[in-house]
């Protein structure tokens, strides 16, 4: 049985069964009969439907928000931002599938020579509960684009959303059995990766789960793509544009309660900067209405679990016990529910869980530096590499800064963000592979050489 506890009010939304081994079975098995049928549709098929989908979710953009409110707790403002971001990635691919996987042409001793991008069958994808929708869209959109289906397993506490994006390929007319999801414990993920007609994995999640699914994967011989945890530095120069970059890395640290592996959770300062960074973001920490998600005035939610909110609230009274000092913050938030107030840490240093550690919730952690190259050290002195920022008025300068930074991607004067357009991937402990952009939609195709004499 999967539980949906709403994080706001400790109360339990629904209940769902789950799959059995034997159900499992007969849905794969049909998602193969589909696949079998809809790798011989051509791209105008294909993307008259993705678009169809699009529509589909911006007719239901509320329905869909609520629901991952009420199941993990996103503030409602930002689950209707999460489902406009799905449409534009179905939109995306839609218009841009046939040109990435159009087949490249290859001079050599032959007539003629190229690279052929064919599907390679049923895609797994394991999904966690932070970003419900978007999360399994990114996989979605180019994997279907490319001709492939697609089984989910998404995180127990979300299933509600699951369903609902199966529905939305249906209602947009997709092949029934094109895109299912499997109601299943993680218990069960072992089982359906080595069944022979699932032939890749994609995994979004903490590192133990990549590491245990891509050693499953791996004793299989099937491809996986993996997207693990983060601890992004957001580097402050003292060049930095401060009111620009102080209020962006409030968003960066607080979107979607904190609980984003991209997002900015070490705030690394130099020296000249840090009064003024540490004032200026507990003043806005501090401004920002924490409670009832579903409110549209609400900025920061409830945490998505209990016992997500007890790990938190541990990391932070051991860094504090290690000696770092609360600017605001540092606590539960009195009252029922996962709520855990915002939170600003300064005078973090190597060894604290803050700096060590992800830390999945609304905790920023200051990290003063003296200088430039020190900044870039303790930027690199991580097990993570998946994103990060660099903030100067000296573009060029930042950039070279950017070009030395350890992660899959760096923005500069802005805040780490997933785009279609642009790969998305990390590095060290944050996974390997990419999503999004045309490297995403190759990461799970056939890339077969043909050569004609």
């Known amino acids: 049985m999967l539980k949906v506890i709403n994080p706001a009010t400790n109360e339990i939304v629904k209940e769902y069964d789950e799959h059995t081994p034997e159900e499992v079975a007969d849905i794969i098995g049909k998602v193969q009969d589909a696949f079998i049928r809809w790798r011989q549709t051509d791209f105008t098929h294909r993307k008259s439907l993705m678009h169809k989908a699009a529509e589909v979710l911006r007719k239901n953009k509320n329905q869909y928000a609520r ?6 707790g996103k503030t409602i403002t930002e689950a209707r931002a999460e489902v406009e971001k799905c449409a534009w990635v179905c939109d995306y ?6 040109e990435f996987l159009a087949d490249d042409i290859v001079e050599t001793d032959a007539s003629r020579s190229l690279v052929a991008f064919e599907p390679i069958g049923i895609v797994l994808a394991v999904m966690p509960w932070n970003f419900p929708f ?3 869209f ?9 001709g492939n289906a697609g089984v989910l397993k998404h995180a127990s506490n979300v299933p509600g959303s699951a369903l609902a994006i199966e529905a939305v390929f249906r209602e ?11 109601l299943i414990s993680s218990r069960q993920v072992e089982a359906v990766i080595a069944d022979s007609r699932i032939r890749a994995v994609t995994l979004t999640g903490s590192e133990p789960a990549g590491m ?9 011989l099937k491809k996986t793509v993996l997207e693990l945890g983060g601890s992004d530095p957001y580097i402050v120069l003292d060049d930095a544009d401060l009111p620009a970059c102080v209020a962006t890395s409030v968003t960066a640290r607080m979107i979607n309660t904190g609980q984003s592996c991209i997002a900015a959770k070490r705030f690394i300062v130099v020296e000249p900067m840090v009064k003024q960074f540490e004032q200026q973001q507990k003043a806005t920490m501090e401004s920002l209405k924490v409670g009832d998600p579903l409110l549209d005035d609400t900025k920061v939610g409830p945490m998505a679990r209990m016992d997500l909110l007890d790990e938190l609230d541990e990391q932070v009274h ?5 000696g770092a000092r609360v600017l605001c913050g540092g606590r539960k938030a009195d009252g029922p529910g996962a709520f855990y107030l915002p939170t600003v840490l300064t005078e973090v240093k190597k060894g604290m869980p803050v700096y060590e550690q992800e830390t999945f919730g609304p905790v920023a952690a200051i990290i003063p530096v003296k200088d430039t190259e020190e900044a870039i050290a303790v930027a690199n002195d991580s097990l993570f590499g998946l994103g990060g920022s660099v903030w100067s008025r000296d573009v060029q300068k930042a950039e070279a800064v950017a070009r030395r930074i350890e992660t899959g991607s760096v923005f500069v004067n802005g805040m780490t963000k997933s785009d279609p357009r642009l790969p ?3 590095i060290k402990k944050s996974g390997y592979g990419r999503e999004l952009s045309h490297y995403g939609i190759r990461e799970f195709v056939n890339i077969k050489t043909i050569w004609i004499a």
């Not at 691919?93 to 046939?98: C, I, N, V």
């Not at 990114?138 to 490319?146: G, Q, T, V």
């Open 67 to 72: 629901t991952m409110t009420m199941e993990m």
């Open 93 to 98: 691919y839609a218009d841009h599938a046939e």
């Open 134 to 136: 978007w999360q399994v």
């Open 138 to 146: 990114r996989f979605a959109a180019p994997a279907l684009m490319a």
């Open 172 to 182: 947009a007319g997709f092949p029934e059995e094109i895109f299912r999801t499997l």
């Open 212 to 220: 245990s699914v891509a050693s499953i994967a791996g004793r299989e």
């Open 318 to 322: 051991k860094s504090i016990a290690m």
């Open 424 to 426: 998305f991937g990390g």
